[in-house]
């Protein structure tokens, strides 16, 4: 994941590859930078849940963001939405308040995740983005970025 054009070392968080797609995750201080690649089976989608919520462990005391990057992500399967909505529903129930979600010119993926999030707490944001630079931008005004070196 790039920051201010230099990459950052890894934090909590892991990579999930698998025949049904991929997964990373990097916490950058109050951001969890999440990447989605391929198309998600249900078994990618349970795996990545727990993945995430093992990562999210660290910042779930205090208001956190998610930079969410489906420029790689062609779609998932029914089973696997369920997934991904009880995960989404967890890390809203656990202090997230911000979600920067990056698709590119694949506007499509993001209506779809933006579908899976529905309802969601008073406080919380989610704007779509068509580069990382732009999300991190946004989360950056909002107060969420990497720790100072």
């Not at 198309?39 to 956190?64: M, R, V, Y």
């Not at 930079?67 to 997230?96: F, I, Q, Y």
Request: net charge negative; proline share 6%; glycine share 10%.
């Amino acid at each position: 994941m790039r920051v201010s054009g230099r990459q950052k070392p890894s934090l909590p968080g892991g990579v999930i590859t698998g025949t049904g797609g991929q997964l990373s995750i990097q916490v950058l201080g109050t951001v969890m930078c999440i990447r989605c690649m391929g198309a998600w089976n249900e078994n990618t989608a349970k795996q990545g849940h727990f993945t995430i919520l093992e990562s999210a462990e660290c910042l779930i005391d205090q208001p956190w963001a998610v930079l969410m990057n489906l420029e790689e992500w062609t779609a998932t399967t029914p089973e696997a939405t369920k997934w991904v909505t009880r995960c989404s529903r967890w890390m809203r129930g656990h202090n997230l308040v911000r979600n920067a979600t990056v698709t590119g010119p694949h506007v499509f993926a993001g209506e779809i995740y933006q579908d899976m999030l529905a309802p969601a707490p008073r406080d919380f944001q989610l704007r779509v983005f068509e580069s990382e630079d732009d999300g991190w931008e946004w989360l950056k005004t909002e107060g969420f970025g990497p720790s100072p070196d």
